[in-house]
């Protein structure tokens, strides 16, 4: 057997009653978090009062209602923030470019060292064609690219 709360008369009542009660029925009014309900209509005639602007000469702090230091403040550390952001990623930008610097100069040191080394073979070779040439009495002449 369950045992209810309610009495059978206050089931019989809620079960039988097509409006549920409200809640002022069910208190005695000495409720302290109790405020009026304002209706529509009051609520449109406190506006047509006033020609149904309401300027406020109070300016909103925002949606926390803190202070002006304490925004100050905020502001500083986003501010400072912000400020380290940006430096980090300039920096990392900066040492990118280094690495594709070094990279690149050491592709260039690789590419003249190979120029000078295919420089130094066709010489070797034009020698050895004008040594073979004048032992057959064979005049060669080569000529050189404009440079």
Do not use: H
Request: glycine share 4%.
């Amino acid at each position: 057997l369950i045992s209810s709360p309610l009495s059978a008369e206050e089931i019989d009542s809620l079960l039988s009653g097509s409006e549920p009660s409200s809640p002022s029925s069910r208190s005695d009014g000495n409720d302290p978090d109790y405020s009026p309900y304002q209706s529509d209509s009051e609520e449109y005639k406190s506006k047509s009062r006033t020609g149904g602007k309401q300027k406020s000469k109070k300016r909103r702090s925002g949606p926390y209602n803190t202070s002006t230091g304490d925004r100050k403040d905020r502001k500083r550390d986003q501010n400072k923030n912000a400020a380290i952001r940006y430096r980090n990623k300039k920096r990392e930008e900066a040492d990118l470019l280094k690495n594709e610097e070094d990279k690149l100069a050491e592709k260039n040191k690789e590419l003249n060292d190979k120029v000078s080394q295919l420089s130094r073979e066709i010489n070797y070779m034009k020698d050895l064609i004008s040594e073979v040439c004048k032992a057959k009495g064979l005049k060669v002449t080569f000529k050189n690219k404009s440079q």
